[in-house]
């Protein structure tokens, strides 16, 4: 939906709060989790991808 929300399972959320839906429904009775941390884009965490590209934007402001 933008860059803080998701559509999951037809209601608008976050990221770790649909997380936190589907370990809830494995069993785990976790009060938190960090959802871009679960979350993955073709193999790769959301953090990781985020992560990658903040240190390619921090590159090339410095290579300016």
């Given at each position: 939906?933008?860059?803080k929300?998701?559509?999951?399972?037809?209601?608008?959320t976050s990221l770790s709060s649909?997380?936190?839906e589907i370990v809830h429904e494995m069993g785990y009775t976790w009060k938190q989790i960090a959802g871009p941390q679960w979350w993955l884009y073709e193999g790769t965490t959301l953090s990781e991808l985020r992560n990658l590209a903040e240190h390619?934007?921090?590159?090339?402001?410095f290579n300016k």
């Open positions: 939906i933008d860059d929300r998701i559509r999951f399972r037809d209601k608008e649909a997380a936190l390619e934007e921090a590159n090339d402001e």
